[in-house]
């Protein structure tokens, strides 16, 4: 079968959601969105002006929302301390976005191919399997703790690189959301492709993954934001400093200059390290915002 014609059917079946240019009938909804818009935004402000109080802004009664004298001071205690770090942060750097990057791939590669296999072949159990991913949708990742800790023992993966890895691959709401997805598709693009002789293999490469980029970019954030803030597994299953992640270290960091006589200084190197780590969530958000959209508002495709 040739590759133009799997184009084909997913050029026909693809569209955009947002609309062209600006019409008057729109402004109803921004003078409603606008606020809810500056309210969403409040969290954000306050993690930028958090990072930049000096302590008596960061210890003022009642509390300031928005910093009055900036400062870097918080930013330089925090360089400083890491400068002390018996391991280089780098290393840590380095692990978390090793991390992020192969569990993302990873992730996708594993959701959109079960998703595929659940929306659109059919084998025993179908049904069954997906009810098992609902239910598990239910139960958050503190409820599992010691169930996940007994399998990572008994498969060997403590201390390891792949424990960061294998375990976050098992993402119930990535499957749910590309499943319901692909289920939009019609039935007959996909036995079209078949009668022309496309393989599995080739109608999911060359008509899913362009069909369902929008749900897929959604998934890359919600693996990245879970990958790279979590501290609980370098704290749970890592022995070795040179396995353990960025946001672990940061972690410690700040809760061991937060005690004592280090309070002061401790708040403020917490602050800014909660910036630091919040930057790059907002970045990947804000690469693939529009793709995040066009999967909460629509399918993406035409009935």
């Given at each position: 079968?040739?590759?133009?014609?799997?184009?084909?059917?997913?050029?026909?079946?693809?569209?955009?959601?947002?609309?062209?240019?600006?019409?008057?009938?729109?402004?109803?909804?921004?003078?409603?969105?606008?606020?809810?818009?500056?309210?969403?935004?409040?969290?954000?402000?306050?993690?930028?002006?958090?990072?930049?109080?000096?302590?008596?802004?960061?210890?003022?009664?009642?509390?300031?929302?928005?910093?009055?004298?900036?400062?870097?001071?918080?930013?330089?205690?925090?360089?400083?301390?890491?400068?002390?770090?018996?391991?280089?942060?780098?290393?840590?750097?380095?692990?978390?976005?090793?991390?992020?990057?192969?569990?993302?791939?990873?992730?996708?590669?594993?959701?959109?191919?079960?998703?595929?296999?659940?929306?659109?072949?059919?084998?025993?159990?179908?049904?069954?399997?997906?009810?098992?991913?609902?239910?598990?949708?239910?139960?958050?990742?503190?409820?599992?703790?010691?169930?996940?800790?007994?399998?990572?023992?008994?498969?060997?993966l403590i201390d390891t690189f792949w424990?960061?890895?294998?375990?976050?691959?098992?993402?119930?709401?990535?499957?749910?959301?590309?499943?319901?997805?692909?289920?939009?598709?019609?039935?007959?693009?996909?036995?079209?492709?078949?009668?022309?002789?496309?393989?599995?293999?080739?109608?999911?490469?060359?008509?899913?993954?362009?069909?369902?980029?929008?749900?897929?970019?959604?998934?890359?954030?919600?693996?990245?934001?879970?990958?790279?803030?979590?501290?609980?597994?370098?704290?749970?299953?890592?022995?070795?400093?040179?396995?353990?992640?960025?946001?672990?270290?940061?972690?410690?960091?700040?809760?061991?200059?937060?005690?004592?006589?280090?309070?002061?200084?401790?708040?403020?190197?917490?602050?800014?390290?909660?910036?630091?780590?919040?930057?790059?969530?907002?970045?990947?958000?804000?690469?693939?915002?529009?793709?995040?959209?066009?999967?909460?508002?629509?399918?993406?495709?035409?009935?």
């Amino acid at each position: 079968m040739k590759k133009k014609g799997l184009f084909h059917y997913s050029a026909i079946y693809s569209s955009g959601i947002n609309p062209k240019g600006f019409h008057p009938s729109q402004l109803k909804f921004y003078i409603l969105l606008l606020p809810l818009a500056a309210l969403m935004l409040l969290p954000i402000i306050f993690i930028f002006s958090n990072a930049f109080k000096p302590p008596d802004e960061l210890f003022a009664f009642p509390p300031r929302f928005f910093v009055i004298n900036p400062t870097f001071k918080n930013f330089s205690d925090l360089f400083s301390t890491m400068s002390t770090s018996g391991i280089p942060v780098s290393r840590y750097l380095f692990n978390s976005i090793v991390i992020a990057l192969v569990t993302i791939l990873a992730s996708i590669l594993v959701s959109s191919t079960a998703a595929y296999a659940l929306s659109k072949l059919n084998f025993k159990l179908k049904k069954t399997i997906f009810s098992v991913n609902t239910v598990a949708l239910m139960f958050v990742p503190i409820a599992v703790t010691i169930p996940r800790f007994l399998i990572i023992n008994n498969l060997g993966l403590i201390d390891t690189f792949w424990v960061h890895i294998l375990p976050a691959l098992a993402m119930p709401v990535g499957l749910f959301l590309l499943k319901q997805f692909i289920d939009v598709i019609p039935n007959e693009v996909i036995e079209a492709a078949r009668i022309d002789g496309a393989s599995d293999f080739q109608i999911y490469r060359m008509i899913i993954l362009p069909l369902i980029r929008p749900a897929i970019a959604t998934i890359a954030i919600l693996t990245f934001q879970a990958t790279w803030n979590d501290a609980g597994i370098s704290s749970l299953y890592i022995n070795k400093e040179g396995l353990k992640t960025f946001a672990f270290y940061l972690s410690t960091l700040t809760a061991t200059t937060s005690t004592g006589a280090n309070t002061v200084a401790g708040q403020g190197i917490a602050a800014a390290a909660a910036l630091i780590l919040f930057l790059p969530n907002l970045i990947i958000f804000i690469l693939l915002q529009s793709q995040v959209m066009s999967t909460m508002s629509h399918s993406g495709l035409k009935g």
